[in-house]
Every structure is written in C-alpha cells, then in structure tokens.
Antibody, heavy 118, light 108 residues
C-alpha cells in the first residue's frame, strides 16, 4: 500500500513561488497518476494537475501558466511549483495518487497549509 | 470543462436514517469516471466510491454509488455517527478533472 507524505514552505509573500514535495512510500507500480489538489479556506476542492506514468503532465487551465508538476523517480518523490502566488492561492494543498483507469484517488497526503501574506 | 452540481447543499438527518446525495454533470461523464469522497474537518478527503459504483478498500457496504451519463447518486443506507461530514463528487474522465461544490450531511 502506497503512502504519501508531503512537505514544503507554509508562508509565502506575494509574487513568490510555492514549492511542495510529496514523498512516495511503499510498493507502487508504474501505472499511477501523481496529483496535486488544493482547498481554499472554507471552500471546496480544486484539481491543480497531475503527471502520469508516462511523464505526461496535465494542468488545470486556470493555473496552467503558473504550474509545474514533476516526478523524481529515483527519489520516489513528485513536486509542485506554483509561481507568482497571491493571497488567492492561500489554502491547504494535498498530494494524492490514483491508479491509471477507472480508479479514484485512494491515497492522499496529509495536506500542507500555505498562507500568502505580505 | 464539466461542471458538477451537487444537491442538496446541506442534508439534515438523524443517525439511522438514509441519505441520498445527488451529483449532476453539465455533460456526460466519460466512461462513468465519477468518484465520491468524504471529508471531515481538518482531514484529507477519503475515497468512498469510484467508477461510479465500486467501493474503495475498507469502505462499509452502507455506502453505495450509482448512475451514469450526467446523473449520479451516493446513498448511505443507515447513517452512523461517523458519517456526518462533507461529501464531494469528482469526475476524472475529462480534463480538467472537476469536483462538485460539496454536500454537508449534518446531524438533525
């Protein structure tokens, strides 16, 4: 069973770059999507994007110009970078994973609270 | 982008009652790639149902999912105290993947 543990800076100033990493622990085959999701305070969930087992990235069009998701296979990690943050980017960021195909996102990281404030 | 609309926004029920949550999509969900998640305060979401009627590992059989095309339903047959939470539907058949706005199931 895969487990995810995430880390990264929790307090940023406007215009800085958010950087989070998600470590993958336990057995995993190559057939996974590695996903980032965020949740503004008191609001619902928003899919940021994912990278699949072929290394193909897909991003939410609303964030595409500022987002980079990458995987570091040798370190069993994947990461999120979100540039030019503003207060609107404040919230909890989750990493998650799902197997390719009809499966849902069954493993989640613990979440990282990110606050953007001057 | 597929917009998912969940109803009702809030469901007030007593333990032991049946809960029926609806998720309607603005267009047909490809291959019925529709999932339901439960989220409690301060916790990450937990996968309940995917595809859209398969229970995730360890999920009690009082949770069931159904539907196809644009209309999907999550049913909790008899509410337990630990089931009071917010529930989200999500489609992952079309990019961008999208979530509904959530249904809060609260104790009446």
């Amino acid at each position: 069973q895969v487990q995810l543990q995430q880390w990264g800076a929790g307090l940023l100033k406007p215009s800085e770059t958010l950087s989070l990493t998600c470590g993958v622990f336990g057995e995993s085959s190559s057939d996974y999507h590695w996903i980032w999701i965020r949740q503004p305070p008191g609001k619902g969930l928003e899919w940021i994007g994912d990278i699949n087992h072929r290394g193909t990235t897909t991003y939410n069009p609303s964030l595409m110009s500022r987002v980079t998701i990458s995987v570091h296979t040798s370190k069993s990690q994947f990461s999120l970078k979100l540039s030019s943050v503003t207060a609107a980017d404040t919230g909890v960021f989750y990493c998650a994973t799902k197997r390719v195909g009809h499966f849902g996102m069954d493993v989640w990281g613990q979440g990282t609270t990110v606050t953007v404030s001057s | 982008e597929i917009v998912l609309t969940q109803s009702p926004g809030t469901l007030s029920l007593s333990p032991g009652e049946r809960a029926t949550l609806s998720c309607r999509a603005s267009q047909s969900v490809t291959s019925s790639y529709l999932a339901w998640y439960q989220q409690k305060p301060g916790q990450a979401p937990r996968l309940l149902i995917y595809g859209p009627s398969s229970r995730a590992a360890g999920i009690p059989d009082r949770f069931s999912g159904s539907g196809s095309g644009t209309d999907f339903t999550l049913t909790i047959s008899r509410l337990e105290p630990e089931d009071f939470a917010v529930y989200y539907c999500q489609q992952y058949g079309n990019s961008p993947w999208t979530f509904g706005q959530g249904t809060k199931v609260e104790i009446k």
